[in-house]
């Protein structure tokens, strides 16, 4: 583990490359960030979060299997990986902090539970579903017709990607014409990855040049690569876009588009193995938190407000099935 002399020393570094801003006095100093000058109040990145909480409903715990409710606990699976504001470790390099621990912890609070969770890689979240080990998976999956073969899913935030830019770029991102020959960051295996591989064949049957796509292991990676020219901009999740443009000031939004491609919105979604019999009860639990307002005020927390949605869905339509 990391010694607090290191992590001052890390935050050091990434403040001085414009990834974040660290700002106030004394400790408070690296416990918010906001861009240079701002003076309202911003994100709270230490570990001391104070979570928002909500009270069980008996009756909607009632709808878990009996062996998770004698258990006690939600098994739940989140991403390793770094990718603030969904799920990333605060200042003091151990605690799990974001968006998709904040909702988890609700859902879990509703159903009477004490949340367990797992930080994994990415393609490890599926195979923990697909063992059993997880009973969910709350780390910004897509659902997808694919994965419904798979895996049950009820959705609680829209599913939006964003490119991201170095500020006064001058480019804005409308279609696949817009990133030909264009090197462009993705992160592997995800949905954004697919959709500009797509555009990439697009652009080439159209006679243009394709994307240099390339790929990096954190999200850390691809602003300092934006930052040193070493690539032209960054597709990924709106909201990690969204925050590290409201936190370091340096970059931009140039385009945003449904995580599901053209013509249909994108969901994000409490994902768990098929036919494990959870997903009503996870869905029955969003919309309560919807009801209640505590899952306004997560959103708003993490500046996440666009991106709610009016009820939890089973299943619904999904990012289309890749064509041979």
Known sequence: MKTRRTVLAALASLT???VLTACGSGDAAINEIKPEGQKDTGINVGPNQNRIHTDKVDAIAGKLPESVRKRGTLILGVS???NPPLAFRATDDKTLIGVELDLATL???TLGLKPEFNPVSWENLFVGLDS???DAVFSNVTVTEERKDKYDFATYRLDDLAFEAKKGSGWTVKGPEDVSGKRIAVGTGTNQ?????DWSRQN???????VDIKYYDNTTDYYLALQSGRIDGYLGPNPTVAYHVASAGQTETVGKFSGAGAGLQGKIAATTKKDSGLVAAY?????????????????????L???AVEKSEINPPGLPRTEN
């Not at 080439?204 to 394709?210: D, L, T, V």
């Not at 869905?283 to 500046?303: F, P, Q, S």
Request: aromatic content about 6%; cysteine-free.
């Open 16 to 18: 001085a490359l414009g």
């Open 80 to 82: 390793a990986k770094s």
């Open 107 to 109: 859902v879990a609070d």
């Open 132 to 134: 059993g080990k997880y």
């Open 193 to 197: 990855e697919k959709i500009l591989v």
């Open 204 to 210: 080439e049957k159209a006679g243009r040049k394709g």
């Open 283 to 303: 869905a029955a639990a969003i919309d309560h938190l919807i009801e209640n307002g505590t899952y306004a005020k997560v959103l708003k927390r993490w500046g």
């Open 305 to 307: 407000d666009s991106e």
